[in-house]
T-cell receptor, first 113, second 112 residues
């Protein structure tokens, strides 16, 4: 069956620009997570959705980062006024419910020049 | 604060040479400990979930075990295709604790 998909796979932008990263979870999965992974490190939690609502956004680094999941399926991570330090791989994961295994997508590699 | 430390950072083995990877953790009540495999340029691939001390799970050449302070991923007679980064993560118990806290990973290379 189809896994988690993320688009684009790569995004290059200039400092100060706005970017949107998209995640399509596994069909039927109610929980959706965003993580960020820097080179040589493990993924770091950003935000968790249960259905349409953000149940935990404690990992968002600052107010330039925002995420939505308006219909409880697809999610978009939005980054305003990008900085070079935002460069990383942004991973999306979904799970059947909040207490099940999380399945990851291939990630979006964001490069801020 | 929940914390996960993996060792070694990198490990090179010859094909067929068995070894173990370590994951030490501190967490305010463990809901589950997870092992993932990550190939270069790809997202983490789920391997195992362990829930309580003494639990063991196996998949092909991999076996994961859990104690109250650490988990081991044992690799028996590895093959070159087992080369990858192995990630350990914990999920804390309690309301609103669904996030995974990851270690930095162990980069495993199996030479033919």
């Amino acid at each position: 069956g189809a896994g988690v998909s993320q688009t684009p796979s790569n995004k290059v932008t200039e400092k100060g620009k706005y970017v949107e990263l998209r995640c399509d979870p596994i069909s039927g999965h109610t929980a959706l997570y965003w993580y960020r992974q820097s080179l040589g490190q493990g993924p770091e939690f950003l935000i968790y959705f249960q259905g349409t609502g953000a149940a935990d956004d404690s990992g968002l680094p600052n107010d330039r980062f925002f995420a939505v999941r308006p219909e409880g399926s697809v999610s978009t991570l939005k980054i305003q006024r990008t900085e070079r330090g935002d460069s990383a791989v942004y991973l999306c994961a979904s799970s059947l419910s909040q207490n099940n295994e999380q399945f990851f997508g291939p990630g979006t590699r964001l490069t801020v020049l | 604060e929940d914390q996960v430390t993996q060792s070694p950072e990198a490990l090179r083995l010859q094909e067929g040479e068995s070894s173990s990877l370590n994951c030490s953790y501190t967490v305010s009540g463990l809901r589950g400990l997870f092992w993932y495999r990550q190939d270069p340029g790809k997202g983490p691939e789920f391997l195992f979930t362990l829930y309580s001390a003494g639990e063991e799970k196996e998949k092909e050449r991999l076996k994961a075990t859990l104690t109250k302070k650490e988990s081991f991923l044992h690799i028996t007679a590895p093959k070159p295709e087992d080369s990858a980064t192995y990630l350990c993560a914990v999920q804390a118990a309690g309301q609103g604790a669904q996030k995974l806290v990851f270690g930095q990973g162990t980069r495993l290379t199996i030479n033919p």
